[in-house]
């Protein structure tokens, strides 16, 4: 061997072949791992996508009997279609936030109590951020606690806390959740249904095309702004997850080839050879 030929490679020792053997090993099972949850969300989005449809498409349906409240799971009834009659508690609204296709502004909720006693809240639908401060003071001034009312919506379940790293503040009437709990709590309300209402059925021209709605018009609280049109690619994620595994087994094999043909010239090169 000359003074320009390169030292010859040596195989890595038993150690750092163990390190990247579990290096891979954790790369492979959190890659499979993560493949096998966006399958599993595939899934559920599916059901969830056909249940709404055929929902949607009912009759509207009586609420659940508050016998049934404390076993409903959201699978039972969330976007099931109804008609409920009651009256309004105008001076218990509250205004949560909200992110909607007509832009930044807030969901006036109000109690709606039946002929039984026991009181369901209704998402009566968005108004623009400029009109809180009117819708907040309106209620107990203006409106009659005896208005009769008949609502068809859907059934939604309950967004307890808050937002992201915003906490409801009864306090300081911000809301930015429609937490069914805390709601009826802070108004002091008789047996709440642990759901509430978005009143309306969903506006189809607006799910379509979200982009060519704005805010310049009413009536307010404008309905009809549920989402019921939801992104389903977790076909395409899962596949990516399942692409990289292959990548780390690929990888893991070159390696091993590799490894052993190194393994195989030290163990051909004569003892004490000295460049």
Do not use: C
Request: aromatic content about 8%; overall charge positive.
């Amino acid at each position: 061997m000359t003074d320009h030929d390169p030292a010859p490679k040596r195989p890595h020792s038993k150690w750092q072949l163990a390190v990247l053997t579990l290096v891979g090993l954790a790369l492979l099972v959190g890659f499979v791992g993560l493949g096998v949850w966006q399958v599993q969300r595939r899934a559920w989005k599916l059901e969830l996508i056909e249940r709404v449809t055929e929902r949607l498409k009912a009759p509207p349906a009586d609420l659940p009997s508050p016998a049934e409240w404390p076993n409903l799971q959201p699978a039972d009834f969330e976007y099931r279609h109804v008609q409920v009659q009651g009256h309004w508690l105008h001076g218990k609204t509250v205004l949560t936030q909200a992110t909607t296709a007509l832009g930044q502004g807030f969901w006036v909720i109000t109690p709606l109590q039946q002929k039984d006693g026991t009181v369901v809240l209704v998402n009566r639908g968005f108004i623009p951020a400029k009109l809180r401060s009117q819708w907040l003071e309106a209620p107990a001034v203006t409106n009659s606690s005896d208005e009769q009312a008949q609502v068809r919506g859907l059934l939604r379940k309950t967004e307890p806390d808050g937002g992201f790293l915003r906490r409801n503040d009864p306090q300081g009437q911000k809301w930015y959740s429609r937490d069914v709990a805390a709601i009826a709590a802070a108004g002091q309300l008789p047996v709440t249904a642990p759901f509430f209402i978005d009143a309306g059925l969903p506006d189809a021209t607006l799910n379509a095309n979200p982009e060519a709605a704005t805010v310049s018009t009413g009536p307010w609280p404008r309905e009809g702004l549920t989402i019921v049109k939801f992104s389903n690619s977790h076909l395409v994620y899962a596949l990516t997850w399942f692409g990289l595994a292959m990548m780390v087994v690929g990888s893991g094999v070159f390696v091993a080839r590799y490894e052993r043909r190194l393994r195989a010239a030290s163990n051909n090169t004569p003892h004490g050879h000295q460049p």
